[in-house]
């Protein structure tokens, strides 16, 4: 796998939540930020082994009208 994508969607209670697409991948945190850091983090612990981590990480922001 060379490209992990996460769904971020508004938190209802404030922040921000991330979903990996087809892997059990999710976290949150307050602003963007941060929660580029806590995706780069998830990614690392669920994928151990540097050779079969992806090598990139792509957030689709999803907005609510």
């Known amino acids: 796998m060379t490209e992990i994508v996460f769904l971020v969607e508004d938190d209802p209670d404030g922040g921000y939540n991330a979903q990996a697409l087809g892997e059990s991948i999710f976290t949150q945190a307050d602003d963007l930020d941060t929660l580029r850091e806590m995706v780069r983090d998830a990614v690392r612990c669920h994928f151990r ?14 907005t609510i009208k």
């Open 49 to 62: 082994d540097q050779e079969n981590r992806p090598k990139i990480i792509r957030l689709l922001r999803e």
